[in-house]
């Protein structure tokens, strides 16, 4: 397998959770800066966007929440599929969650508004999406309570919590007691610090 990823990016999750599975893969950093037709992972995925993972039989899978899903359920040996339907279902609608409202309409507009149009656009995206997180962070605090994981027991969905927790000390968030406690969880994890170190980051 290989796995197209940008340091720090979403892409980190998929990164982690391929270090847990521990089987052979490579991976490839993408610089997001470039425009998307120069680009080496544009010819890989259309959509150009990580994370991108490229299948032992060549097939691309892209879409986080269907690459966590996909390397959970193929290696089931690794624990990060929960045993029952009803919980794989949580996983999912977990991860979902993370993906879909936490980062792309909370983190992103963050990120985005040092590219706006004036800075009164930027400010006015800063605060909508740091409402989002806010408001988000504080469902994911509920739905973890007193658990270590989201589910109670490590699985795939934790991996997408994580990478958005990463995000919230740049913008000066703070995360929920449970949510903190979480992410230095997450952060003791071999897998987690393999990560770190192949990624560059502190």
Same mark, same amino acid.
């Given at each position: ?14 990164h ?12 490839? +950093?993408?610089? *997001? ?23 032992? #039989? ?7 929440? +269907? ?10 040996? /690794? ?7 009803? /919980?794989?279902?949580? +996983? ?7 993906v ?12 985005? /508004? ?9 400010? /006015? ?11 988000? *962070?504080?469902?994911?605090?509920? @739905? *973890? ?12 969905? #934790?991996?997408?919590l ?14 929920p ?12 994890r071999?897998? @987690?610090?393999?990560v ?7």
């Amino acid at each position: 397998m290989k796995l197209m990823y940008s340091p720090g990016a979403c892409s980190f999750g998929i990164h982690v959770l391929l270090e847990e599975i521990g089987k052979p893969y490579e991976a490839e +950093a993408v610089n *997001l800066r470039q425009p998307k037709p120069e680009r080496a992972l544009t010819g890989v995925n259309p959509k150009s966007k990580v994370p991108t993972l490229i299948r032992d #039989d060549g097939s691309v899978l892209t879409e986080y929440p +269907a690459i966590a899903f996909w390397l959970a359920a193929s290696n089931p040996a /690794a624990g990060l599929m929960p045993a029952t339907v009803e /919980a794989q279902t949580r +996983a999912l609608e977990a991860t979902d969650f993370c993906v879909s409202t936490l980062h792309m309409l909370g983190f992103s507009p963050m990120f985005a /508004a040092g590219r706006a149009a004036t800075p009164e656009l930027g400010e /006015a995206m800063k605060a909508v999406g740091r409402a989002v997180v806010e408001n988000g *962070l504080a469902h994911m605090s509920a @739905v *973890l309570g007193s658990q270590d994981y989201v589910l109670g027991s490590y699985s795939f969905a #934790d991996s997408a919590l994580f990478y958005n927790t990463n995000w919230a000390g740049m913008f000066g968030v703070d995360l929920p007691a449970n949510i903190a406690a979480f992410r230095e969880r997450m952060r003791a994890r071999p897998a @987690v610090q393999r990560v770190i170190a192949a990624e560059g980051l502190s």
